[in-house]
């Protein structure tokens, strides 16, 4: 059975929702709005999304930290002598003190809460792979935190219908 070029185009659709969702999570509900996918499609294209999203960040996230971490080591034992060494102040940003405050106030759960909206699904879960990486059921609330934000953020979407001031 052949594909139609509609068929075509509409999994392009699902997969540039699926995608965005991944990536920048509070942009894909209104351009699954705008492919004209009702409520509950969109929040499930867009859960799934955040999902892959999630996994894939989160364990490149632990792999890649653990990589940084023994290349610095590595580099500091051929350059640094040790009695020279000195202790660098941490410069800390506007954005990282925001995530600290979150993680000492409120834990995995407020990351996990404020990822797929303030924050992206990228940041926020190399942060929990950083900071959390031996807790079990960090996914579990990025997975329960997307599906919460996914429905909001869908009922939005879908309410505001932003996709009729658009055109192509």
Known sequence: MMMGEFDIIYF????????ISAVKFVLAPFEAERYHFNFWKATFITSIGGWIGVFFFYYAGVKFLAWWQ?????LKSFFIKKSIQSKKKKIFTRSSRFIIRIKMRFGIIGIAFITPSLISIPIGSIVAANFYKKKKGVLLYFIISVFIW????????QLLKLSQYVTI
């Open 12 to 19: 392009l659709e699902i997969l540039e929702v699926t995608l």
């Open 70 to 74: 023994h290349g610095v080591a590595l």
């Open 150 to 157: 996914s429905l909001v953020i869908n009922g939005i979407a």
